[in-house]
């Protein structure tokens, strides 16, 4: 079994790579950083291919080398919080361009690829920030309402290719781990129902089991590993 993990040398990504290849996958990332995709081909021995995957031409070279696929997982994202009044118009466009704009280059460049097997599967990355709403937050949230309707349409769309998307709430990686410093890590897990803040490895749990033959009755859905976040407001005695 073969699978595509974008955004796969660091982060969440990074974990659901790992993952995979315990499950057995021989899997192929693609990453913007070449530092940490060399660490990732060294850890993993996996292929490995520097790619932005907002550029669609570079999206399409690299899977052009790519001869057989059964799982697209597109996990590449950015963000870049800033408040309306303050919002650089061109910071924000990178947002999107990589957030929607990538996952659609990856998966029109991946699809005669995964059209080979009618058991293939993709999965989206998309993020409690599309639900709870909170303020500053620039075109993140937006983005990741987008992947949700594409998700959604591409299940209807590609079938039987299975397309779902997996939500992280509130997660600690070496990028969101300054978030979480001192005081802040107990006041955070105090706002989650479950009462702490997520790992990466609860997202990537969900993500092998999408992409295995367990789930092959599941598509179409948007399932939040988030603790609970956003369900709703607990009520107050």
């Not at 796969?8 to 993952?19: F, R």
């Not at 999408?210 to 369900?231: K, N, R």
């Amino acid at each position: 079994m073969e699978a595509l993990v974008t955004g796969g040398a660091q982060g969440i990504g990074y974990q659901i790579v790992e993952s995979l290849i315990n499950d057995g996958f021989s899997v192929t990332v693609f990453d913007i950083n070449p530092e940490t995709l060399n660490k990732a081909k060294t850890r993993f021995g996996c292929k490995v291919f520097e790619v932005d995957v907002s550029i669609e031409s570079d999206v399409k070279q690299a899977l052009s080398q790519l001869h057989t696929l059964d799982v697209l997982i597109n996990n590449a994202g950015i963000w870049k919080p800033e408040l309306l009044k303050n919002l650089d118009i061109a910071t924000q466009r990178t947002v999107w361009e990589t957030n929607v704009i990538g996952t659609l280059n990856c998966t029109k460049h991946a699809l005669p690829i995964l059209q080979e097997k009618d058991s293939s599967c993709i999965i989206n990355l998309t993020s409690a920030a599309s639900r709870t709403n909170s303020p500053g937050l620039g075109m993140y949230a937006a983005s990741k309402s987008a992947i949700e309707t594409l998700t959604r349409q591409w299940s209807l769309e590609l079938a039987p290719i299975r397309v779902n998307a997996v939500g992280p709430g509130m997660i600690i990686t070496e990028g969101t781990a300054p978030n979480y410093e001192g005081k802040a890590l107990e006041l955070r897990s105090i706002a989650v129902p479950l009462k702490r803040i997520g790992d990466a490895k609860d997202i990537a749990q969900l993500v092998s089991f999408l992409a295995s033959p367990e789930s092959s009755y599941i598509t179409g859905q948007v399932v939040f590993v988030d603790g609970g976040v956003t369900a709703g407001s607990p009520g107050h005695n």
